[in-house]
């Protein structure tokens, strides 16, 4: 069944807000109402359309809100069908917590064991993908490259494109773990990568943007070794992006 948001959710004139404000608020909104039962267990959401008119928003601003809500595990979307509630799962046992996070080194050791993970993911992913992956991917690189010119942090766009990959690999357990360790795997929610980086925010955000095209490139040709190798690239030129931000003894 697809629902209409709530009328509690009815907008009058809003101020001017940031994107990332303008995200944080329908995030909010739409978790509120899965939390209240206002939206249920395989409800379909509103379309990106129907969002925009509602919040007055961008479609870039919508989709960076859908791709953090399917991230927290509240919401899956099914390309050409629409977005839909599902069962949130918790991680269980094993969870990297926000205190597991306290240091640039802390991080730094994440993005350690991202590498071993994520390397023979990439891999599997070039051997296994389907045209449905791919444009997973695809649309998951283009809203990492709206929010790069939306004055936004680009974290959602940036775990729904690493996501897709595990999906790829068509091993539901890639998948799993990816939604346990969630989007604190992206230094960027932890460290300020982007303005400390010598080359300014926009420089760095497109940096990140062309490795992301390496892989999803290697991927397409079902290159498993380009892919590897791609990955392994992105993933360790941002631990050594963090190592080189940490002041030196």
Known sequence: ???QLPSSAATTARPKRRPRGLVNEI??????????????????????????????????????????????GLVETRHGIGTFVIEHREAGNFKIAAADFATVADVIAVLELRISLETESAGMAAQRRTSDNLTAMAAALQAFHDAIHADSDAVPPDFQFHMEIARATGNRHFADLMTYLGTMIIPRTRVNT???????????????????????????????EAARAAMRTHLSNSRERLRKSQPTP
Do not use: C, W
């Open 27 to 72: 995030v909010e909104e739409l978790s509120a109402n899965i939390r209240e039962g206002q939206l249920q267990l395989g409800d379909k959401l509103p379309t990106e359309t129907e969002i925009m008119t509602r919040f007055d928003v961008s479609r870039t601003v919508v989709r960076e809100s859908l791709s953090r809500l399917q991230a927290s």
């Open 194 to 224: 982007p303005l400390s980086a010598p080359e300014g925010r926009l420089s760095y955000l497109l940096r990140v943007h062309g490795e992301h095209e390496s892989i999803y490139n290697a991927i397409l040709n079902q290159d498993a």
């Open 1 to 3: 069944m697809e629902m």
